[in-house]
């Protein structure tokens, strides 16, 4: 089993900056199969949408409004992704949930989401 539990959430004012962080645990070796790993947001009546994905490669993709603004990063072990968060803007407010994706999408995990709001 893989649980991912996201941290870093919290109020922010337009222009600033936050720090989300997705912790993986649980079986170490199905951590390992994680291709993918990333970072997608939801406001009510919307579907969710990516955000933010980074490959083993290091290969990243991200959403075109938060291009130049947010990076995405895993550590050296590979078992936690962050996502900095810079000049931040109301539209940004969303609950943002961490997701992990093994090659080919053959089993997909997602964390209970952290709460982003973005005042002005």
């Known amino acids: 089993q893989v649980q991912l539990v996201e941290s870093g959430g919290g109020l922010v004012q337009a222009g600033g900056s936050l720090r989300l962080s997705c912790a993986a645990s649980?079986?170490?070796?199905?951590?390992?199969?994680?291709?993918?790993m990333g970072w997608y947001r939801q406001t009510p009546g919307n579907q969710r949408e990516l955000v933010a994905t980074i490959t083993r490669d290091g290969t990243t993709n991200y959403l075109d409004s938060v291009k130049g603004r947010f990076t995405i990063s895993r550590d050296n072990a590979e078992n936690t992704v962050s996502l900095q968060m810079n000049s931040l803007r109301p539209e940004d407010t969303a609950i943002y949930y961490c997701?992990?994706?093994?090659?080919?999408?053959?089993?997909?995990?997602w964390g209970q989401g952290t709460q982003v709001t973005v005042s002005s």
């Open positions: 997701n992990a994706n093994t090659s080919y999408g053959v089993l997909t995990f």
């Open positions: 649980g079986s170490a070796l199905r951590i390992k199969t994680m291709n993918s």
